[in-house]
């Protein structure tokens, strides 16, 4: 596609219930990363996915939040037992390489916007 | 470690005024850095960039200088329109890590 793209982009669920939210990357780009941005807050860094793998899981908040990538594609962030203060706008964001280079211009999805009641 | 600092916002300006939102960052060796602007309802998106020092970056009417002196990336532009009311985000990156640093973003309001 043209762009990052995430679905949904808004999610509205109840205390306890498991969301998945997905993202679609630019075609090409190996490098994928997860954000939260909390109301009035920066980028909070989750997860970062070399190709289909994941070298550094330690920006997960808990144990109920988790990722995966498949084909070097699409990536689903996955949070259990949801808790009103995982709230939040969760950010999706791919590069065009994969390496210990942070340097390249990261393409931003428009987000999904998640609220636990 | 690495970290970014932003002034905090928001900033409410007169349309046609002059825009300065600082941005001081600490890292070590020489990393790339960013001006990211969210508008309403949107994801963000790259505004402008610089790689190495005196690098400057620009976009749109804006401007970042890379000091390293200073170890400022100050966005400025000379005169704001209503359509930049936004949040802009400043951002570090390295080599030798996948990890960006992002500030906590500055909101820039312009008014008619």
């Known amino acids: 596609g043209a762009g990052v793209s995430q679905s949904p982009s808004n999610k509205v669920t109840e205390k306890g219930k498991d969301v998945e939210l997905r993202c679609d990357p630019i075609?090409?780009?190996?490098?994928l990363y997860w954000y939260r941005q909390r109301l009035g807050q920066g980028l909070e860094f989750l997860i970062y996915?070399?190709?289909?793998?994941?070298?550094?899981k330690s920006g997960l908040p808990s144990d109920r939040f988790s990722a995966e990538r498949t084909g070097e594609s699409v990536s689903t962030l996955t949070i259990q037992r949801t808790q009103q203060e995982d709230s939040a706008v969760y950010l999706c964001?791919?590069?065009?390489?994969?390496?210990?280079?942070?340097?390249?211009?990261?393409?931003f999805g428009p987000g999904t916007r998640l609220t636990v009641l | 470690g690495n970290s970014v600092t932003q002034m905090e916002g928001p900033v409410t300006l007169s349309e046609e005024a002059f825009l300065t939102i600082n941005c001081t960052y600490t890292?070590?060796?020489?990393?790339?850095l960013f001006w990211y602007v969210q508008y309403p309802g949107e994801g963000l998106q790259l505004l402008l960039k610089?790689?190495?020092?005196?690098d400057k970056g620009s976009n749109k009417g804006f401007e970042a200088t890379y000091r390293k002196e200073t170890t400022s990336f100050h966005l400025e532009k000379g005169s704001v329109q209503v359509s930049d009311s936004a949040v802009y985000f400043c951002?570090?990156?390295?080599?030798?890590?996948?990890?960006?640093?992002f500030g906590t973003g500055t909101r820039l309001k312009v008014l008619a």
């Open positions: 075609s090409g780009h190996t490098a």
């Open positions: 996915f070399q190709g289909n793998s994941a070298p550094d």
């Open positions: 964001a791919s590069s065009s390489r994969a390496s210990l280079q942070a340097t390249d211009t990261q393409y």
């Open positions: 951002a570090l990156g390295s080599s030798g890590t996948y990890k960006y640093i």
């Open positions: 610089a790689t190495k020092a005196d």
């Open positions: 890292a070590t060796g020489y990393p790339s």
